[in-house]
């Protein structure tokens, strides 16, 4: 696949794709992943601890999951 076929497939399915990513970060922030939410090594790893960027991961998710509901119902 070319970047062409790729931008048309993202276009087109634009909706699971941010549900997906929407989910994964959820379970992400509720299971801790180290991947996820350890700040160590980061350029910004100062600024947040693992519990404020847990939690904003969470709000994240829950954005994501939200919009690509409404926006299939729409």
Request: proline share 4%; charged share 10%; hydrophobic share 50%.
């Amino acid at each position: 696949m070319n970047s062409e076929q790729i931008t048309a497939f993202l276009q087109e399915h634009w909706n699971p794709l941010t549900l997906a990513v929407g989910i994964v970060l959820l379970i992400g922030t509720i299971l801790n992943w180290n991947w996820l939410c350890d700040p160590t090594g980061k350029p910004d790893s100062h600024r947040y601890s693992r519990g404020s960027r847990r939690f904003i991961f969470f709000l994240l998710g829950i954005v994501l999951i939200v919009v690509s509901m409404v926006s299939w119902f729409l």
